[in-house]
């Protein structure tokens, strides 16, 4: 579990469960990496197989061609995309900033304008 022995039998008997649970949260993890690992082999093995029935028999009808494999994992794709949607929402993140600063300074400023045409009593 990533204890010492001298944390298990001399440390604190609250150090126990807490190691307990970091060890099935990464355990956890490992099996998630290994199951997202698992899925793209198989899109991978799928892009392979689809290849396969022009290769056995399918040169000999007209117009038939063998389909592009992937030129690149799939994890650069999908990291692309989400470095595009990450940018935009910056983008849209620092717009409302941008939109909120405006609004706080005009109404700081139309604050300042009243003040300054508010009559005063003692110039009346």
Do not use: C
Not at 2 to 9: A, H, K, S, V
Request: hydrophobic letters at 35%; aromatic letters at 12%; charged letters at 30%.
């Amino acid at each position: 579990m990533g204890m010492t022995p001298e944390q298990y039998w001399d440390g604190e008997s609250s150090l126990k469960p807490a190691f307990r649970k970091a060890y099935k949260l990464r355990i956890e993890q490992e099996q998630r990496i290994s199951d997202r690992n698992n899925w793209y082999m198989g899109q991978y093995i799928i892009a392979a197989l689809q290849a396969v029935p022009l290769l056995v028999g399918g040169f000999n009808t007209k117009g038939a061609r063998i389909p592009d494999y992937p030129e690149r994992p799939f994890f650069d794709k999908f990291d692309e995309e989400r470095k595009e949607k990450d940018q935009k929402k910056r983008e849209e993140d620092q717009m409302k900033m941008a939109m909120a600063m405006f609004h706080a300074f005009t109404v700081q400023a139309n604050k300042n304008i009243e003040e300054k045409n508010k009559p005063t009593s003692a110039g009346q």
